[in-house]
């Protein structure tokens, strides 16, 4: 009897198929786990611009006269609902520049949204990362030089 060495045909596609399905099955997790690690950074960025409110709401009532004309809440003092875009708070050295969790060439666009109908404001953030769009986010808004006010 003649010892055979070496795998058969059949044996080879075996080992190749089982290959190909343990590789589809890594590339789904790794492309999850990345997506889940980017809505990760994207909430966290989203909760970094809403809690940027109450900050600068506290600079600048604890600042009173040394607040320039231009802070934010003496801009909208006779508003009841206003909004602070990401590009403003920038402008103001609050935030840095926003890159998209989603994209690396790509920055995010939002807005902070200040409601002082109960006596103490309420924040609400909203971004806009083309991959990923915050609920109820609203692109009617209109953002001039020194001021964003909500359109209907």
């Not at 596609?13 to 790794?30: E, F, K, N, Y």
Request: charged share 25%; net charge negative.
């Amino acid at each position: 009897m003649k010892n055979k060495k070496g795998f058969t045909l059949v044996e080879l596609l075996a080992v190749v198929v089982v290959l190909g399905i343990i590789g589809s099955i890594v590339t789904m997790s790794v492309m999850n786990i990345k997506k889940n690690a980017s809505d990760d950074v994207f909430e966290k960025l989203q909760k970094e611009i809403e809690d940027l409110g109450p900050e600068i709401y506290t600079h600048e009532m604890i600042s009173g006269d040394k607040v320039a004309s231009d802070s934010f809440y003496n801009m909208y003092k006779n508003e009841d609902e206003f909004i602070i875009t990401v590009e403003e708070l920038q402008r103001k050295g609050y935030l840095d520049n926003i890159q998209s969790p989603y994209k690396t060439s790509e920055t995010c666009k939002g807005y902070l949204k200040v409601n002082t109908t109960s006596g103490e404001p309420e924040f609400s953030a909203f971004l806009n990362c083309s991959e990923r769009i915050t609920s109820d986010y609203d692109d009617n808004y209109e953002a001039s030089s020194n001021k964003a006010v909500i359109t209907n």
